[in-house]
């Protein structure tokens, strides 16, 4: 019998556990103490705390190995036993200290879902989860099973197509496959098809996935996206007169959006019809003459020709210059077509024109002075360019409220570093004695740091930004690790308008100094600058009822601001101009759930439920709009006399 018994803790000794268990005697009143700490709502209250310190000093007791690596290892013990309480005390104290965020919110998720609490807040974990490491499939994958266990399909299929668009795991795709959800209308399958004929064509059944894109679309046949993406894959299996009828339907409902022009006219040229092809492609020049994508198609039709001949035929001129043959070969360059842009320049080379060179820029004269002035001088502020924001688009009929920032700008502060840099004539005495200041600095040999960034901040009183900035980049290559130089450099790429380059620059100032004020100020405000520079390309596009381009350049934008209500909100709006609702409904409530203050947000998202009949969402939605108390006076009384009606109905 004993060595039975002893045979049996060898075999239990080796089986593996799943959860690490703390070492402990007093594990059992651990665990209570945990799952008392849960029920708490008040975390500064007397209770919480006397059963805090209980509890700690319990571990400090049993010298327990209470690390966060541990803990989190711990939770699924707490789960295997059922006591949720304590995993739940765990996981919202590991997600309160930053510990595997995303992971910990996703376990949360699964044990309130365990426990059926509500649906609000079983998603809003998933969606932490989400929102903290976007790549967290699992996350998303369990958000969409969630949905459409609560039979709520459009949020459902929505989820499992970001689970499709970024899982490469056959398991999961053959799953979704075989799932089987109840569409309750026209709409909904719609949904459905696309989810199945994308998660088709990623397990390589082209087949089925064509007869599923084509049933979405039958079922919603002013979808846009989803006959764009589906002309899209029949062009790029080289079934060409599919693409073509479909970008041509397309073209009806928007005969204005150049991008489906362009495929369809590259989609004629891959079926051999050059000539229709050639006018598809004058056709897009009579409306934009200034698209290099369209002359290098022509150029593609007709690149056998001689370079003078393409010439006329993209432009229908008789005549050109050494410089239109020179230009057309950098297009051709910008397109990659290396060989194409060589013979162009070669052609150029029988023009006998002189090239006019620029003339060097006059070196200063050099005098001698002491190093020690310079910090003095230095420290005067330099006056710098004042940048107004361009005034921001209206995308809808209806007056709305500029979408308030995420983070907040010091404008005050702004306006203090930036002022306009004024031309200075240089007969005046100010510009005599800013040059007298500029050559001391210039005579001084080695120049330290300091003697850069004096020369700097004289030119831009001067009205030079950039020598400035040249002088500021030498300063930078003697300090490399100062942020204050960084930042410099930042502001006057502003004033040269090349936010971007700004950005970069203000990023790196900010890493080596995130405590600078000043440098998080402007940060703030490069950014806002280029996420209202996407809004207006975006709704430039968006007006001409180009959608697709619209949404590509939001799309692009969301990767560069993913924590911007504003690119969601917008991007909603193209969506609904695409009839993908549901899409739009995300969105939204990305943009709100960004910026919970974003009325116009609530406003579209009222109007995106009604238009699904979904009236009670749609109901909570524009109550949420009225509570914020928007300015404009129109827009209440047309919610309220909704609200009113709706009231009624479900109240």
């Not at 008789?318 to 320049?345: H, T």
Request: aromatic letters at 10%.
């Amino acid at each position: 019998m004993r060595i039975f018994i002893l045979l049996l803790l060898v075999i239990l000794s080796i089986i593996p556990v799943n959860a690490k268990e703390f070492d402990s005697k007093n594990i059992q009143e651990i665990d209570g103490l945990r799952a008392e700490l849960s029920y708490y709502t008040d975390l500064e209250g007397a209770q919480y705390t006397k059963t805090k310190q209980k509890l700690e000093k319990l571990i400090s007791k049993d010298k327990l190995d209470y690390t966060f690596e541990n803990r989190f290892d711990d939770v699924q013990r707490l789960i295997n036993i059922q006591n949720y309480s304590a995993s739940i005390y765990e996981l919202n104290d590991l997600i309160a200290n930053g510990y595997q965020i995303s992971k910990s919110n996703e376990l949360l998720g699964d044990v309130y879902n365990i426990t059926k609490k509500p649906l609000n807040k079983i998603a809003n974990c998933y969606k932490e989860a989400i929102r903290t490491d976007a790549d967290n499939i699992s996350a998303q994958y369990k958000l969409a099973k969630l949905y459409l266990r609560e039979k709520r399909n459009i949020l459902g299929i929505e989820n499992l197509k970001e689970v499709i668009q970024k899982t490469q795991d056959e398991e999961s795709l053959n799953e979704i496959i075989q799932n089987k959800i109840t569409p309750k209308d026209r709409f909904e399958a719609n949904e459905l098809y696309e989810a199945l004929g994308l998660t088709f064509l990623k397990l390589n059944r082209n087949y089925e996935a064509y007869g599923a894109l084509e049933k979405a679309i039958k079922l919603n046949p002013n979808d846009i996206y989803l006959k764009y993406y589906l002309a899209d894959l029949y062009f790029i299996n080289d079934q060409n007169p599919q693409a073509i009828s479909l970008y041509s339907n397309i073209l009806t409902i928007n005969p204005h959006d150049f991008q489906i022009m362009l495929s369809k006219a590259k989609a004629l040229e891959k079926n051999g019809n050059i000539q229709s092809a050639h006018k598809q492609y004058l056709e897009i020049l009579s409306e934009n003459p200034a698209s290099n994508s369209a002359k290098y198609g022509i150029y593609r039709l007709y690149k056998a020709q001689n370079a003078d001949v393409i010439l006329k035929t993209v432009y229908g001129q008789k005549d050109f210059s050494k410089q239109d043959y020179i230009e057309f070969a950098q297009i051709l360059k910008d397109k990659n077509d290396i060989q194409g842009a060589n013979k162009f320049i070669e052609f150029s080379k029988t023009f006998d024109k002189k090239v006019i060179q620029e003339k060097p820029a006059p070196v200063l004269e050099k005098k001698e002075e002491k190093k020690e002035e310079i910090k003095k001088e230095n420290k005067k502020p330099a006056q710098q360019t004042k940048v107004q924001p361009k005034k921001q688009p209206k995308t809808q009929s209806k007056p709305q409220k500029t979408v308030k920032k995420q983070e907040k700008i010091d404008e005050k502060a702004i306006r203090e570093e930036i002022t306009t840099p004024k031309t200075i004539d240089k007969t005046s005495k100010k510009y005599i004695q800013l040059k007298k200041t500029l050559d001391k600095y210039e005579a001084i040999t080695p120049k330290d740091k300091y003697t850069y960034i004096a020369i700097a901040n004289t030119y831009k009183l001067m009205g030079d930004l950039k020598s400035a900035l040249e002088n500021y980049k030498c300063a930078l290559r003697l300090e490399p690790t100062d942020s204050d130089i960084q930042y410099n450099i930042g502001l006057t790429y502003m004033e040269l308008n090349s936010f971007e380059t700004a950005k970069l620059h203000l990023e790196k100032a900010y890493n080596l100094n995130p405590d600078n004020k000043k440098v998080i100020n402007l940060l703030t405000f490069v950014n806002q600058k280029l996420i209202t520079n996407i809004v207006n390309e975006a709704y430039t596009k968006f007006e001409a009822e180009q959608y697709v381009p619209a949404f590509t350049i939001l799309e692009n934008g969301i990767k560069k601001f993913p924590n911007s209500a504003q690119l969601y909100y917008y991007r909603a709006l193209v969506f609904s101009k695409m009839n993908r609702n549901s899409a739009q409904i995300m969105d939204l409530q990305k943009a709100i759930e960004l910026d919970p203050s974003y009325y116009m947000a609530y406003y579209q998202l009222g109007y995106a439920y009604e238009k699904i009949k979904d009236e009670r969402n749609a109901l909570v939605a524009w109550e949420r709009f009225l509570s914020i108390e928007p300015e404009e006076k129109d827009l209440i009384k047309e919610i309220e006399q909704k609200v009113l009606l709706l009231e009624k109905k479900y109240y």
